[in-house]
């Protein structure tokens, strides 16, 4: 390849980054659930995920995401509903740690959902260090979930009922 | 400036282009509104319309491009109701020739919403020659219009009542 075209191949490269940086800032959602799950030693655990939805008919951004980044998976928003709105989503740490976070630290968002991702990356890092296996830890990364996904306004506090396998949904007020 | 400092700023200005043209791909409109209006000669109008929505915390975005092509405005989605998304929107013909139409075609979608933008592009050139101002012209135009937004699925055609001043929505089945 000659020099040229290798300048050409990397400029392209950086545009499909900032392309998949601006969809994501659109659609794209750095989210920390926080479930009640009594098999976690302190009766709650924190389960960040990357997803970017759409619609199935304009699946290929999604698909492009997916390969760029070389991880996480593709599945149906609600599955058995009528809502057939396409899911790209991350969730395992490695792949947050290794893949996500950087092209996201390289690629920085141009609106306040950038400071979402900080509190998401954050949190990561520190459950990596596992700092969410102690009390003290889990309350201050608990604190920083809930101050991400629209300033808590819309956040909800998950419980999982071990006996009916439901997922319920609570305010932070109900739930703390 | 020096030719590095140059050519940082172009690479620069083409990933701000690719991350709008990405957050478009997500969040833009290439829409073209197939209106009754009985003071028109043919008693019906074509409304070509470029509009990115975005929630009001987060139209940074929206002022981008807003500045970034040059025309164009925000506005609520609907004034008076707890509706509060901001939209920003181009409806002016020149600026939708001039700014609207060159930058996307420069940043083509990776989405199929690139077809929607070819078909609109072509309707707002064929309108600048004049063509929607005769029956045939204007009803060829008529369908590539009804065929844009989600292949017609959802599309409803919208007739202003000159009585009342509202907005009627008919699906093609009443409407033609």
Redesign the interface.
Known sequence: MSSDNLSGAV?QQ???D??????????GSFHVAVQRNPTCKLGWQLLPEFHVS?HP?????LD?IQVRLGCGRLQENHRGSKDTTLVFVVRKRIDLLERVIPFFEAQPL????QEDFIRFAHIVRRMDDGQHLFADGFDELRRVALSTN??GRYRRVHRIDPESSETIRRTPAQGW
Chains 1, 2 share one sequence.
């Open positions: 400029n950086e545009r499909l900032a392309y998949i940086a601006g969809f994501v800032d659109g659609e759409q008919d304009r699946r290929q951004v492009l141009v609106s306040s959902k629209g300033g």
